[in-house]
T-cell receptor
Framework: DSGVTQTPKHLITATGQRVTLRCSPRSGDLSVYWYQQSLDQGLQFLIQYYNGEERAKGNILERFSAQQFPDLHSELNLSSLELGDSALYFC?????????????FGEGSRLTVL | AQSVAQPEDQVNVAEGNPLTVKCTYSVSGNPYLFWYVQYPNRGLQFLLKYITGDNLVKGSYGFEAEFNKSQTSFHLKKPSALVSDSALYFCAVRDPVTGGGNKLTFGTGTQLKVEL
């Protein structure tokens, strides 16, 4: 158990809909990272937050947005969903000043868009 | 841009035999390289990393990796494979510190299958 909690574990929805994925980082971790894992794109970095502020942005679509709240949990919002958005979405966290590159991943939220 | 390549989609090895999972990198500056493992229906787990120092780094579960600067490689190795090592392995590189923190770029992954 990594200590990172993601909900929901599975989500099935229709094209055009909007969903919210939630991540609770390990206790005390200030940084949260979102990754998308799909068969055709592999593991893609989406966005990073540090203590409530956006720190880095990757290949995140404009239809997607994220935020980190004062209690450090994070949400990834996916809107106007398309079939190609079907993927496993991972959240990871690290502590400030912790070992370089050692991310703790949640078990992911599997999104299926029909 | 930083990148890593994993040339093999799948590696098959018999239990008890040594295993190697290959990774090559392309970075500007000093590379920070990592290996992660993903078991079915689980998140990724950190295995080991190379930051600086000894070219042979040791990690969890008996895995080690050899950093080779001249060949720009960071191959994952284990002297004696176990069936329980069967999983998806990812090589990764950390992007430059400029605002990226611990942002990692992952390879496409190599499925390791260890058979009896």
């Amino acid at each position: 158990d990594s200590g990172v909690t993601q909900t929901p574990k599975h989500l099935i929805t229709a094209t055009g809909q909007r969903v919210t994925l939630r991540c609770s980082p390990r206790s005390g971790d200030l940084s949260v990272y979102w990754y998308q894992q799909s068969l055709d794109q592999g593991l893609q970095f989406l966005i990073q937050y540090y203590n409530g502020e956006e720190r880095a942005k990757g290949n995140i679509l404009e239809r997607f947005s994220a935020q980190q709240f004062p209690d450090l949990h994070s949400e990834l919002n996916l809107s106007s969903l398309e079939l190609g958005d079907s993927a496993l979405y991972f959240c990871a966290s690290t502590e400030a000043g912790g070992p370089v590159g050692e991310l703790f991943f949640g078990e992911g939220s599997r999104l299926t868009v029909l | 841009a930083q990148s890593v390549a994993q040339p093999e989609d799948q590696v098959n090895v018999a239990e008890g035999n040594p295993l190697t999972v290959k990774c090559t990198y392309s970075v500007s500056g000093n590379p920070y390289l990592f290996w992660y493992v993903q078991y079915p229906n689980r998140g990724l787990q950190f295995l080991l990393k190379y930051i600086t120092g000894d070219n042979l780094v040791k990690g969890s579960y008996g895995f080690e990796a050899e950093f080779n600067k001249s060949q720009t490689s960071f191959h994952l190795k284990k002297p004696s494979a176990l069936v329980s090592d069967s999983a998806l392995y990812f090589c990764a590189v950390r992007d430059p510190v400029t605002g990226g923190g611990n942002k990692l770029t992952f390879g496409t992954g190599t499925q390791l299958k260890v058979e009896l």
